[in-house]
Each structure stands twice: as C-alpha cells, then as structure tokens.
C-alpha cells in the first residue's frame, strides 16, 4: 500500500526553468492538497482539489498550476521557477470530509538558483 | 495566514517525562488535528478531536480541546527518544471544502 507518493525527492531548477511536481495516491480519496513549508513558517496551503476536474487556490497559489484529471493524480507545475520558490513541498490526501486525517507524501525538496 | 499557534516554539524534556504542547486558533473549526514531522521526512497524522469533543486518547497521546478558548493541548506521556520531532497542529474550517491550516510547530527533543 503505496499511500501518496511524490515524485522527484529533490530537484535544482535555474529561474525561470518550469517543472511539474508529481503527487499519486492509491488510496481513492477525494481531497488532495498542495502544502510549501519554509522554515518558520509552518505549512501553507497552495492549491487543493476536492475531486476528479475540480480545483481551487489555497493561501499562496501564485507561480503555480494544477489540474486533476484522475482521482489518483494532482500534479502541482511551477510555470516560470523564482528562488522565493525554494522550498519543501508536500502532497497531502483525505477521503471525503477528513475525518481520518490526511496522508502526507514524503515531499520534494526544491532549490531554484 | 496563520490559523493554529503552537506554543512552547521548542521543548527540551527527558526520556520518561511528559511533553505538553499548546495550540490556539482564531475561527470556528470542524475539527483540530495534530501531526508529527521527523526531520526531513513528512507528516504522519496523530489524532483528530472534532469540534463537538473535549478530550481523545491514543495510546501515550492524550488531547483536549476548548472551542470556548479556541485552544488544543497535545499531551505525550512517558516521553521516549524516539518521539523527538516537530509537532503541528492543524484546523479544519467548518466552512467550504475541507482544507487543513496548519501552526509553525512545536520542536520537541526527547533526551535519553
């Protein structure tokens, strides 16, 4: 049981290079979220998707793009890549309503020089 | 912004000494939870307690929550190494889809 996965674990992008984190759950939930974490500042939510073609923006969605075309895939792409981009990212699932929590993936740590 | 406040920032215990960590919040919740992060790795989900509970255990971890204060308490007893971590508390809004906002964390070092 796979659980969620992201792929790649690490990556260095130049400015303005653009790139496509990869988030896959096999868990069939419905809610899946985009979360940067910098240190001190906790995580902040970027984007989410509370089902297959639906999306919304979370608190800091500028720079970035999503789409969920699949129930199991909410890929997050970095349009045009900026050092204040430099961060960890992490992928998150819930079935319906949350009431068991959400299931993080192991993140992608991204550097952008 | 912000939602949930963790406080003490830090905490440095000994191995069999409990480990209380605080959380506030600002607006009305559906449900407050607490996670774990281990250095480098992601978050492992440790407890909910919905809006319309005062107090939940699993195992060593004991919650409180006072919606009338807007705060949560995580308790750990018999701390052990292995709990050192960053702990995070998260709401849930009780408004719209269900999103989590999540606090800067508490760090927690467990001594042998």
């Known amino acids: 049981n796979a659980g969620v996965t992201q792929t790649p674990k690490f990556q260095v992008l130049k400015t303005g290079q653009s790139m496509t984190l990869q988030c896959a759950q096999d868990?069939?939930?419905?809610?899946m979220s985009w979360y940067r974490q910098d240190p001190g500042m906790g995580l902040r939510l970027i984007h989410y998707?509370?089902?297959?073609?639906?999306?919304d923006q979370g608190e800091v969605p500028n720079g970035y793009n999503v789409s969920r075309s699949t129930t199991e895939d909410f890929p997050l792409r970095l349009l045009s890549a900026a050092p204040s981009q430099t961060s960890v990212y992490f992928c998150?699932?819930?079935?319906?309503?949350?009431?068991?929590?959400?299931?993080f993936g192991s993140g992608t740590r991204l550097t952008v020089v | 912004s912000q939602q949930g406040e963790e406080d003490p920032q830090a905490l440095s215990i000994q191995e069999g000494e409990n480990a209380t960590m605080n959380c506030s919040y600002k607006?009305?919740?559906?449900?407050l939870q607490w996670y774990r992060q281990n250095s480098g790795r992601g978050l492992v989900h440790l407890i909910l307690?919905?809006?319309?509970?005062r107090e939940k255990h699993s195992g060593r971890l004991r919650v409180t929550l006072d919606t009338s204060k807007k705060s949560s308490s995580l308790l750990i007893t018999a701390s052990r190494a292995a709990d050192t971590a960053s702990y995070f508390c998260?709401?849930?809004?009780?408004?719209?889809?269900?999103?989590?906002?999540f606090g800067k964390g508490t760090m927690l070092l467990v001594s042998p």
């Open positions: 998150a699932s819930s079935s319906q309503g949350g009431g068991s929590g959400y299931t």
């Open positions: 868990m069939n939930h419905e809610y």
């Open positions: 998707s509370v089902g297959a073609g639906i999306t």
């Open positions: 607006t009305s919740i559906n449900n």
């Open positions: 307690i919905r809006s319309n509970e």
């Open positions: 998260a709401t849930e809004g009780n408004s719209g889809y269900s999103t989590l906002t």
